[in-house]
């Protein structure tokens, strides 16, 4: 019988030399059939003991390599049931969609974490998105975004309190699409104007996400507007660079 992909130890060609250890050598081996899809997202992969066998290797030295794959947010393992390959990306599109909606359209359970509700005055960059004088009155929501209960991105996000004041009163906030709220209330959401960047989380930052101090985070931020332009929701926030991706679709314009 012909070996399939998942079947053949394929080391690339930084690890075909002498004197790399054992277990580095099986995680990049893993990671490869990671990248390459021989172990899809959300599968289970070979356990220790048959994976010592095929690379020839003490069980040992196998779950020092999975561990480091572990650690690096490629597998999970779920007791009781094995190591698993892990969603890497929650990829956010340029579709006008809530965070929800979004992780949901890609197989992940989202959730979240009300960090902050209440009413802060509009700072200069905030009076400016939502077109507002400087220490207006706004509503701020600040939530720790999860997908299969993994942190992936803190918001806050300014809404105008003169258009949505009974926000301000709302008490559950961890699964509430303001998207549905909007349209509710007849200003649905139509267009945005999006920033994403590049950063290093600071320690703040860090400790929310759970990462490292220094760690990439994309850095966004979004003015939303209603159909007529009137402007709805100020938003910032940090995702992880090792588990956030930001999709864009681009088309060239007609000469």
């Not at 172990?39 to 992969?45: D, N, Q």
């Amino acid at each position: 019988m012909a070996s399939t992909a998942k079947d053949r130890v394929v080391l690339p060609p930084s690890m075909q030399v002498p004197g790399i250890p054992r277990y580095v050598r099986i995680r990049e081996a893993l990671r490869q059939r990671i990248d390459d899809g021989a172990y899809r997202a959300g599968e289970k992969i070979p356990s220790e003991h048959v994976l010592a066998k095929e690379f020839g290797v003490s069980r040992m030295t196998v779950r020092r390599a999975l561990r480091q794959l572990t650690d690096a947010g490629m597998l999970v393992r779920r007791p009781g049931s094995g190591t698993y390959v892990q969603h890497r990306f929650v990829s956010y599109s340029n579709r006008l969609r809530s965070y929800s909606d979004e992780v949901l359209a890609q197989g992940f359970e989202p959730s979240a974490r009300v960090l902050f509700v209440g009413i802060r005055a509009a700072s200069p960059s905030v009076a400016a998105g939502l077109q507002i004088p400087e220490g207006e009155d706004t509503i701020c929501i600040e939530r720790l975004r999860l997908a299969d209960g993994t942190p992936i991105a803190f918001s806050r996000v300014h809404v105008r309190r003169s258009l949505f004041p009974e926000l301000a009163h709302r008490a559950d906030w961890d699964n509430y699409s303001l998207y549905a709220h909007y349209e509710k209330r007849g200003l649905p959401p139509a267009y945005a104007h999006d920033r994403v960047e590049a950063r290093c989380a600071d320690e703040e930052q860090a400790q929310i996400l759970g990462i490292a101090a220094g760690d990439p985070v994309l850095y966004g931020r979004r003015e939303l507007f209603s159909p007529e332009g009137v402007p709805i929701e100020f938003g910032e926030g940090i995702a992880r660079g090792d588990r956030f991706a930001y999709e864009v679709e681009v088309y060239r314009s007609p000469q």
